[in-house]
């Protein structure tokens, strides 16, 4: 007879003792529980002492979380949350440099558990370590020319539970007085400095910065871009990451009307060319976290185009009209007239005449051309700079249209227009970056102009696809989708150069573009004829069995899940699967992101499939509908699920991207007999069926299939030529 499944068998360790094999009954409170673990080993107290356990993790096991432990799991006996935290906010008080240093390691690895840390933190133990910060380093500075590395070790490890502490999301930021902002940006503008306390220095100023106006404020004004910049240049890839997060986070909170003055401070910085020496063309490789970073920084700078982006031209406002004659004056080399210099009709003829050969669709009064928005103001400003910095092609693409035939010429005014607006959709200008992506591309990092330079390249490729498609005015929609094609696909390899990213286009052509579309094409040839449908339709739920298979397998396989906090750099990682016979999903904390399967055994907490009630995805979610950043972000928006059980508890998942989105909602929705709907498995059931039907149809290769099936011939008049072969 197997035991009661409340019954667990366990074993627990104690300091200095050979470990003992229990059997605790789950029905029973924790503290009835500790009491006969104490009373085994003599210990008086048992309300001094609770379990934990004896894994990487070291996490207490409360009331709450009790229920992850399973049978044959290693347990600890320890002092209880309090009792330790009570003792280390005593020792880390201490006069003995060496048992506060002794602490202050302890406490630093202690904080990442919840469960300390709410009673380290109800002993007001923030407080304390602020203090020790703004003043009590202070006394310890003398020591530091005679034992630096303690010192650096006593700052490090303060830092360290300080970030820890924090990242629990239990102490407001706002609570923090200037002094400790001073001492921390302190930190960061010394030019030597331990690196572990630099790293939480400008881990601690990035958090402020993002969880509060009023500390971003406080930060703007003790530190500078010019202090952050000399981190750049070093060779340690972790504060240089840090570092870039700090210079984001600055320019994010920076408000609409300072954040063009902050960019201009960058550029005289000469930021750019510094991360682009020392981080994309450094020897080592870029992390993921680096990616991230220098995406947020590339959406950042061209977030800064919106508001020419949204900026309607007025067509009565002389400066801008302006603008519009420089064009003419450049392409036609002509001086604008006086007043007195011939009839205003005259005049007005001439104008017109010059502004069709421009390509605007307003003859009279192009400014009109610019009311729309987006990209409103921004197509002029990119105009007005290919004019100006690549006059030849400016003036050739205009006298080259401006010569041709009506039908065929690539108006070049409507072109730059939809070319602005279709590079705005790409980069998608205007968009908060996402807490997931690492999309960065080195070219925009090697000019300081790069978006008009990106816009140059594309208008003289717009004229190239326009004459190589012999378009005409019609064709203009269809030339625009060509271009759109060919500078996504040149951006998929990630050119290094503006000259690379170029190279890349002459190789894309109009005819190389029909050629892909072609392959493509024949690879998802679909058949419309009535008897392939009928064999796809005969096919499809065997199709569809094995999708729901493989997203299973994947499920079983588990997937590592971050959690996602203000503070983005010590990430926390969590784990789920689903067991091998699909009845029960396993999950857990973890200390660092895993490099193969995390094994069943280790992950604490489970969840039966018989208990799920509903998967649920994006605002629908829980942990979506909460306050804060998460919610304003599209993207993360569109990676979130949450599995409803029970009453109300909730299992709260955030993809690491949309293919591991795609695989759990559709494992899940498997699981509870529902239908897969994800675009992953549409786009599954589209290759593996196009797969099977080929490989069923080969024999049939070059012979037409009749829409009808062939007529049934006519019984014949005698069965003699039947007979029987016994």
């Not at 107290?45 to 992850?68: S, V």
């Not at 280390?88 to 008080?93: A, G, P, S």
């Not at 049939?700 to 008049?717: A, D, G, M, Y």
Request: with cysteine; proline share 5%.
């Amino acid at each position: 007879m197997p035991p009661p499944a409340d019954i667990l068998k366990v074993a627990i360790e104690w300091p200095g003792s050979f470990p003992k094999l229990m059997e605790i009954d789950q029905k029973k409170p924790l503290s009835a529980i500790i009491k006969e673990v104490c009373e085994g080993w003599n210990l008086p107290g048992p309300e001094n002492y609770a379990l934990q356990n004896a894994d990487a993790t070291n996490f207490y096991i409360t009331e709450k979380n009790r229920n992850n432990i399973k049978n044959g799991s290693i347990l600890r006996l320890i002092t209880s949350a309090a009792q330790m935290a009570l003792q280390l906010h005593e020792r880390i008080q201490s006069s003995s440099m060496d048992i506060k240093l002794d602490g202050l390691k302890e406490l630093a690895n202690s904080s990442r558990d919840i469960t300390f840390a709410q009673e380290f933190i109800n002993l007001d133990g923030i407080s304390l370590l602020t203090q020790m910060v703004e003043s009590g380093t202070e006394r310890y500075q003398k020591l530091q020319k005679i034992m630096k590395p303690c010192f650096g070790d006593l700052l490090s490890f303060t830092l360290t539970a300080f970030v820890e502490l924090m990242d629990h999301g239990i102490v407001s930021w706002d609570t923090f007085s200037v002094a400790f902002i001073k001492k921390i940006a302190s930190y960061v503008c010394k030019s030597a400095m331990d690196t572990a306390v630099l790293q939480r220095s400008l881990a601690i100023l990035e958090s402020m910065v993002l969880n509060s106006q009023d500390l971003y404020q406080k930060v703007a004004q003790e530190i500078t871009i010019g202090q952050l910049i000399p981190h750049l240049q070093g060779t340690d890839q972790d504060i240089q990451t840090y570092t870039v997060a700090v210079i984001n986070a600055l320019f994010l909170k920076a408000p609409e009307e300072k954040r063009q003055e902050m960019a201009h401070i960058l550029a005289q910085k000469q930021l750019r060319s510094i991360i682009l020496s020392n981080v994309i063309r450094s020897n080592k490789p870029i992390n993921d976290e680096m990616a991230h970073q220098l995406y947020v920084h590339q959406v950042l700078t061209f977030n800064l185009l919106e508001d020419r982006m949204m900026t309607k031209m007025d067509p009565q406002d002389q400066a801008q009209r302006d603008i519009i004659f420089e064009l003419r004056r450049i392409a036609f080399d002509v001086e604008c007239e006086s007043n007195n210099s011939g009839s205003i009709e005259k005049r007005k003829s001439m104008y017109t005449r010059d502004y069709k050969k421009l390509g605007f669709i307003n003859h009279v009064n192009p400014a009109v051309d610019f009311t729309q928005i987006p990209p409103g103001m921004l197509a002029l400003d990119n105009m007005l700079y290919f004019a100006r910095h690549h006059q030849d092609a400016y003036i050739r693409i205009v006298l080259e249209n401006s010569s041709r035939e009506d039908k065929h010429e690539c108006p070049f005014g409507r072109s730059s227009i939809e070319l602005t607006k279709m590079l705005c959709e790409i980069l998608k200008v205007g968009e908060l970056p996402s807490e997931n992506c690492h999309d960065f591309h080195p070219m925009f990092f090697t000019h300081d102009r790069s978006f008009e330079e990106f816009f140059c390249i594309c208008i003289q490729l717009l004229n190239k696809t326009w004459k190589e498609m012999r378009a005409t005015s019609e064709d203009f929609n269809k030339v625009m989708q060509v271009v759109k094609e060919q500078i996504t696909r040149a951006l998929t390899i990630k050119p290094n150069s503006l000259d690379q990213f170029k190279s890349r286009l002459q190789n894309l052509s109009y005819t190389e573009i029909l050629k892909l579309r072609q392959s493509e094409r024949m690879n998802q040839e679909d058949f419309q004829s009535r008897p392939i449908l009928e064999l796809r339709e005969k096919i499809q739920p065997e199709i569809m069995e094995l999708i729901k298979q493989q997203r299973l397998n994947r499920l079983c396989e588990g997937t590592c899940f971050r959690k996602i906090s203000s503070r983005r750099r010590q990430d926390k990682f969590w784990y789920c699967r689903l067991s091998p016979n699909h009845k029960v999903l396993h999950y857990g904390d973890l200390e660092e992101s895993p490099q193969g399967e995390v094994p069943h055994d280790s992950l604490q907490d489970k969840l039966p499939v018989a208990d799920i009630k509903a998967v649920v995805t994006g605002k629908d979610c829980p942990h979506m509908k909460e306050k804060g950043a998460l919610k304003q972000n599209k993207e993360v928006l569109e990676l979130a699920f949450s599995v409803l059980y029970e009453s109300d508890e909730y299992l709260n998942f955030i993809a690491p991207d949309k293919h591991e989105y795609c695989v759990w909602t559709d494992g899940l929705n498997a699981l509870l007999g529902k239908e897969m709907t994800s675009e992953f498995t549409r786009s599954d059931m589209d290759t593996l069926l196009n797969m099977e039907m080929k490989l069923r149809l080969l024999d049939l290769e070059n012979i037409q299939i009749p829409e009808v099936p062939p007529p049934i011939p006519k019984e014949p008049s005698n069965y003699d030529f039947v007979y029987d072969c016994n």
